[in-house]
């Protein structure tokens, strides 16, 4: 607090940001991380990419091809998971991402709620809910892709 009112930050943020810190704080003592695991630092790469690619089947199991690829070269798929897979956490009212920006990654959401909101030229903007086991910028994967929409979070 005393950082925040010395860097005279807003009423708003500071709430926000108190708000983030209380659930990010609920949601580790309610699961315990991969990192939070002593012994996993010890495990070889290989047993760290099946126990990644284990931890996010859920997301691949909704995905025609990576289903396909997860049951029919699951070693590949490790190392998908071991490399490519990163866990992103953002607060309510947090931009992931807008338009015209240059897409970093594919996004699943795995928890909570967001909008994407997409406008063309001069209508308004469209907003579309993004919920639990949807997949966002798909197409980042497959090629190189420019975000057409802005998404933030709607819950923490």
Known sequence: AKFLRENNTSRDLTQRIFKHVEFAL????????QADVELFKYLSLPLQNELALERNERTFKNHPLLFVLCRDVPTTMHKVCGSCLQWVIIAREDQLFTTGEEAAAVYVMHEGHAIYSKRRREER?????????????????WTKWVHVGDLAAATE
């Open 125 to 141: 903007a469209k907003h579309y809910s993004v919920k639990e086991d949807m997949w966002i910028a798909e197409a980042s994967l």
């Open 26 to 33: 609920h949601q580790q003592s309610r699961r315990m991380l």
